[in-house]
């Protein structure tokens, strides 16, 4: 069954049941028991009664209930009957109780001679009639067990759903948590039996998260170790191509493919800086348009080296933030917009405030990113198509992971939508807005740039 809950209402009613008709079977056998002694005693004293009053004067065909029959015989024959009496025995003359049939009827039979007249008196009772009695006392007494039953299953149905909260609570706090928090599990009021769940599942995130501790640190100390023969693996390709004649193709591939290595390295060294455990953040009011405009003016080669139509509006918003981390996002963000969109395209770059959140917008006319895949490419290594990215733009696909880190540790959110050019795609990332920093003048200050 699939849910405890209609699996403890389920059994619980059907133990309540089995014991209710156990008890109501118990009560019919003793209350017919009791029913066939008292009618029996009934029955007798009724004979004895006929007996005793009985005279021929009185011998009637008599108004007897069609339930009782009695007849009075003598040694040479039939003295008397009741009219629903057979002209044979009812019984067989001998003393004591008996079951008999007849009129198509069972019947309850007493047989009782009467040794002052010297006759027999055979008394008899329909025992449907005595059944009819005893079960509408049973009737009586289990038909408020049989209507409470659906009562009950409510009550039932909602004290066990109210024992169960905790187990939804802890569901939800489980469900709600981000794929990288691993952070302890409130006890709360837990139940005793989910205190030993909820410690179990924090020994596990314990583990878990010590792992990845030692996971990162091991990324950050391999790239810290590369970095430095990295850079002497440069130099001495400078020294080489100077060598060499001017655009050999060999040293060419090998610079690009040793500026490639440089690039991933940095980025682990990123990622591992950005990592919200490792966000050490030296937080002050920044001003995100200004910060933008400066990365903006740094990066401007790029954009101009592919003919693309770089558009820069905003207007000074500030947030809580790190200057370090933010031109890291800023640097990713515009890195790959670059990057995936073609020469003579355009890019535009806006800061705006809206209620409490400061929202820098970076959006390309490029190829855009799949529906499908908007969530993915915020995950560490992963490039839409592959390896083989269809730009052919070389990439290790940590940009987005690091740019994510980054939102998480500035409290942001970051949202992927098609851009408003007719291709390409739109990041929107929204901060909260700091209130210290602002004056009148720099809140009305827009200003677009190209
Ligand atoms: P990288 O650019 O090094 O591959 P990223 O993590 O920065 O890694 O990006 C992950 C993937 O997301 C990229 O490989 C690319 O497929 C896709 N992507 C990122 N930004 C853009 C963009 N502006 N236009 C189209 N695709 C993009």
């Known amino acids: 069954m699939k849910s405890i809950r209609v699996f ?3 059994v619980i009613l059907a133990v309540i049941t089995l014991f209710s008709f156990v008890a109501a079977l118990k009560g019919y056998q003793s209350s017919m028991e009791e029913a066939d002694r008292l009618f029996d005693k009934q029955l007798l004293d009724t004979a004895k009664l006929i007996a005793s009053v009985y005279t021929e004067s009185s ?8 339930a009782f029959a009695f007849q009075v015989w003598q040694p040479d024959g039939l003295l008397a009957a009741s009219f629903n009496a057979p002209a044979t025995a009812i019984a067989p003359l001998v003393s004591g109780f008996d079951y008999n049939n007849f009129n198509g009827y069972r019947w309850r039979t007493v047989a009782h001679f009467d040794t002052i007249k010297q006759y027999w008196v055979v008394a008899a009772e329909r025992t449907d009639l005595r059944y009819t009695l005893a079960e509408n006392v049973v009737l009586e007494s289990i038909s408020p067990v049989l209507l409470g039953l659906p009562l009950v299953g409510l009550l039932i149905w909602f004290i066990i759903g109210q024992g169960l909260k905790p187990l939804r609570r802890l569901a939800d706090e489980l469900g709600n948590k ?21 410690l179990s599942s924090n020994k596990l995130l314990e583990r878990l998260e010590r792992s990845l501790l030692r996971e990162r640190q091991f990324a950050s100390d391999a790239a810290h170790e590369l970095r430095t023969p990295i850079s002497v ?13 001017e655009g050999n193709q060999n040293v060419l591939k090998l610079a690009a493919t040793t500026e ?21 953040a030296s937080l002050e009011p920044v001003n995100v348009a200004g910060l933008a405009r400066e990365v903006l003016a740094q990066e401007f080669s790029r954009f101009d080296a592919k003919n693309q139509v770089l558009e820069f509006q905003g207007k000074d918003c500030f947030i809580q933030g790190d200057r370090f981390a933010l031109t890291t996002l800023l640097l990713n963000l515009l890195s790959n917009a670059n990057k995936y969109t073609p020469a003579g395209g355009q890019i535009n770059v806006s800061v705006r405030e809206s209620g409490q959140q400061v929202i820098l917008t970076v959006e390309d006319s490029g190829s855009g990113i799949p529906e499908q895949q908007r969530e993915a490419v915020f995950e560490r290594f992963y490039r839409v198509g592959g390896d083989r990215h269809q730009s052919g733009e070389p990439g290790c696909g940590l940009g987005l992971a690091i740019v994510k880190h980054i939102v998480e540790s500035h409290n942001a959110a970051i949202s992927v939508t098609p851009s408003r050019f007719k291709t390409g795609i739109a990041f929107q990332v929204n901060f909260p807005a700091a209130q210290v920093g602002k004056t009148p003048s720099q809140h009305d200050n827009e200003q677009p740039d190209v």
């Open 233 to 245: 693996l440069k130099i001495q390709l400078h020294n080489i191509s100077k060598e060499l004649p």
């Open 260 to 280: 490639r290595l440089g690039h991933i390295v940095e980025q682990i060294l990123d990622l591992y800086r950005s990592s919200p455990d490792q966000f050490n």
């Open 59 to 66: 011998a009637s065909n008599g108004s007897y209930d069609s």
């Open 8 to 10: 403890l209402v389920v």
């Open 178 to 198: 981000q794929a990288d928090d691993l952070s302890a599990l409130s006890y709360g009021s837990s139940s005793q039996e989910l205190r030993r769940i909820v």
